[in-house]
């Protein structure tokens, strides 16, 4: 089965620092997507990555898949409080859909 | 259409009942997913739905668990004779893709189910 592992687990940085958010996969992966988490609430999609070496940007988060397609990361630029909340990454797992455990993020004023 | 819907967004139920959640997909979207959230995890597939057949079920649907997709439209997730590990949040999604690799979910809000 796909195993998606996130980190760090949770990360706590002042406002205006930027900030990385790694997702490393068990096997290759052919979809990769990151969703964004306001505790208890659904998720919102952010961004998917397919090829490698692909890199995507929306506003201040850039997420890349590297060359063999086994790990992914998020970067966010200047970060804001709005930022904060919880970033997961997901993948297709064959026939069904893996998540990682999840990245907590604060950001504080 | 504004999203994928669903109700209630809040259960509680004493240890027993039967519950039964609903989720409206955006429309069109022909696949429907189903997932359960615990505390700090990341959201664990449950099942999904392409139209109106039930195309995979995961190993954590245990026999009290059941979910229908009448008509390809919205779907129901019932929890039968509820335990207190079925506290959980309770997640819909929908897609409109037909190869999953490269297949946008778009989640509703939840379902939070507490079991007394």
């Known amino acids: 089965s796909q195993e998606l592992e996130q980190s760090p687990q949770s990360l706590i940085v002042q406002e205006g620092k930027n900030l990385t958010i790694n997702c490393t996969s068990s096997k290759t992966l052919y979809g990769l997507y990151w969703y964004k988490q306001k505790y208890g609430e659904g998720l919102i999609f952010l961004m998917m990555?397919?090829?490698?070496?692909e890199e995507k940007s929306h506003e201040k988060i850039t997420a890349k898949l590297d060359e063999k397609k086994q790990q992914s990361s998020l970067h966010i630029t200047a970060s804001q409080p709005s930022h904060a909340g919880i970033y997961l990454c997901g993948a297709d797992g064959g026939n069904q859909f893996y998540f990682g455990t999840g990245t907590s993020l604060t950001v504080i004023p | 259409d504004t999203g994928v819907s669903q109700d209630p967004r809040h259960k509680i139920t004493k240890r027993g009942q039967n519950v039964t959640f609903r989720c409206d997909p955006i429309?069109?979207?022909?696949?429907l997913y189903w997932y359960r959230q615990t505390l700090g995890q990341g959201p664990e597939f449950l099942t999904y739905?392409?139209?109106?057949?039930?195309?995979?079920k995961s190993r954590l649907l245990s026999d009290r668990f059941s979910a229908e997709r009448p008509k390809g439209s919205f779907s129901t997730l019932e929890i039968q004779r509820t335990e207190q590990g079925d506290s959980a949040m309770y997640l819909c999604a929908s897609s409109l893709n037909w190869v999953i690799s490269t297949d946008t979910q778009y989640f509703g809000p939840g379902t939070r189910l507490t079991v007394l």
């Open positions: 739905f392409q139209n109106e057949a039930q195309l995979e």
């Open positions: 429309s069109e979207h022909n696949r």
């Open positions: 990555l397919q090829k490698g070496g």
